[in-house]
Nanobody, 124 residues
Framework: QVQLVESGGGLVQAGGSLRLSCAASGRTFRSYNMGWFRQAPGKEREFVAAISKTGVNIYYADSVKGRSTISRDNAKNMVYLQMNNLKPDDTAVYYC?????????????????WGQGTQVTVSS
């Protein structure tokens, strides 16, 4: 089992940057693929980025590709999402999830564990 805690959200102007962090508990962190998803008001949760257990495979949603970087540090049980050139459409609650690898990285149903989320608000 793993517990996840996100941090790093906040209010930023369009064009700004944020680095989201997700701290994981447990000794099996390296056994999980990790993903970032987001949910805007009135919308379904959507895929943002994912990284495999060793960090070799990385995936991004088209909406953030070229502006975001996902990374992980298995020694520290951390996963990060660096977001640059933020846009008002990026406003959402951002969640990190942990997946044992049996599902599809872009589907939230594939992820077993979730954090409580961190709010990102981008003003125009």
């Amino acid at each position: 089992q793993v517990q996840l805690v996100e941090s790093g959200g906040g209010l930023v102007q369009a064009g700004g940057s944020l680095r989201l962090s997700c701290a994981a508990s447990g000794r099996t962190f390296r056994s999980y693929n990790m993903g970032w998803f987001r949910q805007a008001p009135g919308k379904e949760r959507e895929f943002v980025a994912a990284i495999s257990k060793t960090g070799v495979n990385i995936y991004y949603a088209d909406s953030v590709k070229g502006r975001s970087t996902i990374s992980r540090d298995n020694a520290k049980n951390m996963v990060y999402l660096q977001m640059n050139n933020l846009k008002p459409d990026d406003t959402a609650v951002y969640y990190c999830g942990a997946d044992l690898g049996y599902g599809t990285y872009y589907r939230d149903s594939s992820y077993t564990y979730w954090g409580q989320g961190t709010q990102v608000t981008v003003s125009s």
